[in-house]
């Protein structure tokens, strides 16, 4: 590949001066906070471990600020934005900021969480997810592109810490378990509050994610309605949260103990694995 000139990085002036003139206010229903900070989208990029054979989706590109380091780092970006005035500026604030790289932008203008059929093959997720949407994006961006091997995502530190949570531990619960079974998946850094327009009232987390092959022998709706079920009410032993699922707490622990798993357990001492090994049990039973 040809070296290509290094982009001209937005700064916050500039992001408003476009938002201006396209007479465009962050709306709160999308969830948009726009990265400003220079410095911020190249760390970013640079901890996404971009080979230059990579083809990035990036989600929630907005006025482009992470999508111009990302062009001049991977072959390609497939930009997936929802809001129709970003989605048609981008490709022109590309052109004026890094006209040689232009051509490896693709926009394709979609919500993120049902888009399907994408152009190309995209092999990393990077994005700046919307807080309220980010846990349905990524899982359906994993079960729907099975080209993604790696990512890095930017969403709450809370969401963040959801995301990447081990068995056991506090925050883990449905999110944890339904990511796992998609992907190894950890705490790349933190991100403040301060380096957006407009400002959040928390701050941001960013989370590496790895694909991994999934349980062997297990499907992957069947595992996800026994996390559904073993999270409904975490106080629970697995018996009694499961009872609903398995047709009764009698039916439950018959499974339980065909999988090994100790009945008085709760769901959050379990990883992905023993989830597939109560669904493959229950395929038994």
């Known amino acids: 590949m040809e070296a290509q000139a290094g982009p001209r990085l937005l700064g916050p002036s500039e992001i408003r001066q476009i938002a201006d003139r396209l007479g465009i206010r962050p709306a709160k229903r999308l969830g948009q906070n726009f990265v400003t900070d220079a410095g911020t989208v190249s760390r970013i990029t640079a901890l996404a ?31 997936v934005e929802v809001d129709r005035a970003l989605a048609g500026e981008l490709p022109r604030t590309v052109a004026s900021h890094a006209p040689g790289l232009a051509e490896r932008l693709r926009v394709v203008t979609a919500d993120a969480a049902r888009v ?13 997810l919307p807080y309220n949407v980010a846990v349905p994006v990524v899982l359906h961006l994993l079960a729907t592109v099975p080209s993604l091997r790696h990512g890095l995502v930017m969403v709450q530190a809370e969401v963040a810490d959801r ?113 597939a090994r109560i669904a493959r049990a229950r395929r038994a039973t």
């Open 163 to 275: 995301m990447s949570a081990p068995p056991g531990s506090r925050t883990y619960g449905v999110p944890s378990v339904k990511l796992a079974w998609f992907a190894q998946v950890r705490r790349a850094g933190q991100v403040p509050r301060s380096v957006f327009w407009p400002v959040p009232r928390v701050d941001s987390g960013l989370v590496a994610l790895t694909r991994r092959e999934p349980p062997p022998d297990a499907e992957r709706e069947q595992v996800f309605a026994v996390v559904d079920a073993a999270f409904a009410q975490r106080r629970k032993t697995l018996r009694a949260a499961l009872a609903p699922w398995a047709g009764s707490a009698a039916a439950a622990e018959q499974v339980l103990r065909t999988a090994g798993i100790d009945p008085a357990l709760r769901g959050e001492s379990l990883g992905v694995a023993e989830f």
């Open 116 to 128: 399907r059929d994408l152009p190309g093959e995209p092999t990393a997720l990077v994005a700046n």
């Open 49 to 79: 471990g971009l080979d230059p054979a990579d083809v990035v989706l990036e989600v929630g590109p907005g006025f482009g600020s992470l999508t111009l380091p990302l062009l001049a780092a991977a072959r390609a970006v497939i930009a």
